[in-house]
């Protein structure tokens, strides 16, 4: 037996059932919810670039936009794209290729708006941008700058809170676990906390440089491998802490 004093920290052997019972309860609905949030990453982000698979590229789309498409075009060539003929389309293309000056709108894109367009985008609904005048014309014919501040700001802070109170919970649980090396075992504890601010801090400047993209990714990939570990240890270590208190002696 080792000294008392090594181990006055309750590894998973030492918990009341009730206790280990609860940490499996989370543990279960949290892995299930993790896994709902990579499906919820790939159904969000993939396809940006045109190709069906997740992507650096489709990653630096989502946060700093399209450098060559505006929203009109990427509308005109996706959701939009059966509302017109390929030659109106065309024709809406080359306007906004050419700078989309007024005095071609009259002639050029007026009369297809109007015969294909306003029937839905005559401003009378408000989630539907209205599409009646110029001006609004040439507000979705602005290149795509991607995720709005706004939008960040509301992001950034919902992941902050959540994800601290997912790892806050899983290092908890999974401080019960043993491990022979203490500084292992508290880096994994510590490691999604970097990458969460990695992720997030990389989310802002990905506006900046789109190598930031390979910084949203490898945040991503930390907090998915330290999650993973510190899930199958605490999980193996409950159902078999028995085995787990022979390491001890
Ligand atoms: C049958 C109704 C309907 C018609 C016709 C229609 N749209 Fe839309 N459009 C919608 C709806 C609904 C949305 C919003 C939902 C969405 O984004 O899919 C939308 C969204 C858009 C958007 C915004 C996409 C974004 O980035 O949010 C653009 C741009 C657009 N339409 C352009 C057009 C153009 C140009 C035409 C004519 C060639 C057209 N639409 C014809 C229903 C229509």
Same mark, same amino acid.
């Given at each position: 037996?080792?000294?008392?004093?090594?181990?006055?920290?309750?590894?998973?052997?030492?918990?009341?059932?009730?206790?280990?019972?609860?940490?499996?309860?989370?543990?279960?609905?949290?892995?299930?919810?993790?896994?709902?949030?990579?499906?919820?990453?790939?159904?969000?982000?993939?396809?940006?670039?045109?190709?069906?698979?997740?992507?650096?590229?489709?990653?630096?789309?989502?946060?700093?936009?399209?450098?060559?498409?505006?929203?009109?075009?990427?509308?005109?060539?996706?959701?939009?794209?059966?509302?017109?003929?390929?030659?109106?389309?065309?024709?809406?293309?080359?306007?906004?290729?050419?700078?989309?000056?007024?005095?071609?709108?009259?002639?050029?894109?007026?009369?297809?708006?109007?015969?294909?367009?306003?029937?839905?985008?005559?401003?009378?609904?408000?989630?539907?941008?209205?599409?009646?005048?110029?001006?609004?014309?040439?507000?979705?014919?602005?290149?795509?700058? /991607?995720? +709005?501040?706004?939008? %960040?700001?509301?992001?950034?802070?919902?992941? #902050?809170?959540?994800?601290?109170? $997912? *790892?806050?919970?899983?290092?908890?649980?999974?401080?019960?676990?043993?491990?022979?090396?203490?500084?292992?075992?508290?880096?994994?504890?510590?490691?999604?906390?970097?990458?969460?601010?990695?992720?997030?801090?990389?989310?802002?400047?990905?506006?900046?440089?789109?190598?930031?993209?390979?910084?949203?990714?490898? /945040?991503? +990939?930390?907090?998915? %491998?330290?999650?993973?570990?510190?899930?199958? #240890?605490?999980?193996?270590?409950? $159902? *078999?802490?028995?085995?787990?208190?022979?390491?001890?002696?």
């Amino acid at each position: 037996m080792s000294s008392k004093t090594q181990h006055h920290y309750p590894l998973f052997n030492d918990l009341p059932i009730s206790l280990k019972a609860l940490y499996i309860n989370i543990l279960l609905v949290m892995g299930i919810g993790y896994i709902f949030a990579m499906i919820q990453i790939y159904e969000v982000h993939a396809g940006r670039d045109g190709k069906p698979t997740l992507s650096v590229e489709d990653i630096r789309i989502a946060y700093s936009g399209s450098k060559s498409d505006t929203r009109l075009e990427i509308a005109l060539k996706g959701p939009m794209s059966s509302m017109l003929s390929a030659q109106e389309r065309n024709i809406i293309v080359e306007w906004v290729r050419n700078g989309g000056k007024e005095e071609n709108y009259q002639s050029q894109v007026l009369p297809i708006i109007e015969a294909r367009c306003l029937m839905c985008h005559d401003g009378s609904n408000p989630h539907i941008p209205s599409l009646k005048n110029y001006s609004d014309i040439k507000n979705v014919a602005q290149l795509d700058t /991607g995720v +709005s501040i706004g939008t %960040l700001v509301r992001v950034s802070h919902i992941h #902050l809170f959540g994800l601290t109170f $997912i *790892f806050g919970l899983m290092g908890l649980i999974f401080s019960h676990a043993h491990m022979r090396s203490q500084l292992l075992k508290t880096a994994i504890i510590c490691i999604p906390f970097v990458a969460i601010f990695l992720d997030i801090a990389s989310w802002w400047l990905t506006k900046v440089s789109g190598l930031f993209a390979y910084v949203v990714i490898i /945040g991503g +990939s930390l907090m998915g %491998l330290a999650f993973a570990v510190q899930w199958l #240890l605490s999980f193996y270590q409950i $159902i *078999f802490s028995n085995r787990a208190a022979r390491f001890k002696q």
